[in-house]
């Protein structure tokens, strides 16, 4: 079972303003960032029933992002986030911590007096520390190892977006994300999981600031 949510997207200072469609103008900042939640929860059956797990995994995470608009309508600016996890498999827990940053693009078309639509990409690299359990072969014992590494995130997507006014904008988006982690040996021997590549399609919602140029 997956459960996402995801909520507030902006925390700041609001300024007010006369002009709808202001805040998109050249010469405005955008200030923003989203707060997201996952659990999920797995069961793995065998036909030897001896086999069988479940695991369950805990994600929050944050991103915080600032944007200028080099032109009437075009956003670019700067993203960096950060989320951590945490799974647990029987009586044994691991958790990762990632952090990333890289560009963000956004366009806006406007729709009507206070609606918009916007594609959106970014790309961020970054890194990992994962700690999780381990057989050591020489002692037979398990310990908990930190294994560090690198990630390359790669979203793209479309949103809406409603201003409340010139300063405040509720939006939704839909988009896709494909990550690639890299992970180092470190302490671990034999076979071991070096990279993990996931790709998934989500859907967020929020609040996101403007501080538009011309507002008064």
């Known amino acids: 079972m ?3 949510f995801i909520s507030l997207a902006a925390l700041c200072l609001c300024l007010l303003g006369p002009a709808v469609h202001a805040q998109t103008t050249k010469g405005s900042f ?3 960032g989203s707060l997201g939640f996952s659990s999920d929860k797995d069961k793995v059956s ?3 029933s001896a ?3 479940e695991s369950k ?3 929050f995470s944050f991103r915080p992002s600032i944007s200028y608009f080099v032109i009437d309508h075009l956003s670019v600016g700067v993203i960096t986030p950060l989320s951590y996890t945490k799974i647990k498999v029987e009586d044994q ?3 990762s911590t990632t952090y990333s940053i890289g560009p963000v693009v956004r366009y806006y078309f406007p729709l009507g007096d206070q609606w918009a639509v916007f594609p959106e990409v970014a ?3 970054g890194w990992n520390w994962t700690k999780s359990p381990y057989f050591i072969p020489t002692s037979g014992s398990i310990e908990n190892l930190q294994v560090n590494g690198t990630t390359h995130i790669f979203q793209g997507g479309v949103g809406l977006v409603y201003f409340l006014n010139p300063s405040i904008g509720i939006e939704g988006k839909v988009y896709y994300q494909s990550s690639t982690d890299s992970y180092d040996r470190g302490k671990r021997t034999g076979t071991i999981q070096t990279g993990n590549d996931l790709t998934s399609f989500n859907f967020n919602v929020g609040l996101q600031i403007y501080f538009a140029r011309n507002a008064k």
Do not use: H
């Open 57 to 59: 995994s805990t994600t």
């Open 2 to 4: 997956k459960v996402r």
């Open 93 to 95: 827990q691991s958790t």
């Open 46 to 48: 065998y036909s030897s």
């Open 51 to 53: 086999f069988n797990y």
């Open 30 to 32: 955008l200030l923003g």
């Open 123 to 125: 790309y961020t690299y």
